[in-house]
């Protein structure tokens, strides 16, 4: 089993920044795909951002909803077990329960959630 711990969660006003943190319990040598996932009340949880090993580049390779891109960047850090996702000029509707992904194709194979982390944009 894979733990996945996120932080950085906060009150913010609107234009300001947050950064995300995920820590995972095992090395991400192992993880083909890490990821942030966001839920809001009455709303699907939505792929925010994600970071993937490629077969065919033998290289990550990063995909961002159209709504964050170029405001939100995903960077995976093998050393020290850990994901982020530096916000920048937040909005209002940016608020919601952010949550990690893992996919683990060895080790302890399989998907793993963290609990998530809450961040609220201020007008």
């Known amino acids: 089993q894979v733990q996945l711990v996120e932080s950085g969660g906060g009150l913010v006003q609107a234009g300001g920044s947050l950064r995300l943190s995920c820590s995972a319990s095992?090395?991400?040598?192992?993880?083909?795909?890490m990821a942030w996932y966001r839920q809001t009340p009455g709303k699907q949880r939505e792929l925010v951002a994600r970071v993937m090993n490629s077969a065919v580049t033998n290289s990550a390779v990063t995909n961002y909803a159209d709504f964050v891109k170029g405001r939100f960047t995903i960077d995976r850090v093998y050393g020290k077990n850990t994901l982020y996702l530096q916000m920048n000029n937040l909005k209002p509707e940016d608020t919601g329960a952010y949550h990690c992904?893992?996919?683990?194709?060895?080790?302890?194979?399989?998907?793993?959630w963290g609990q998530g982390t809450q961040v609220t944009v201020s007008p």
């Open positions: 095992e090395t991400l040598i192992g993880a083909k795909t």
């Open positions: 992904y893992a996919q683990f194709v060895a080790g302890p194979v399989g998907d793993y």
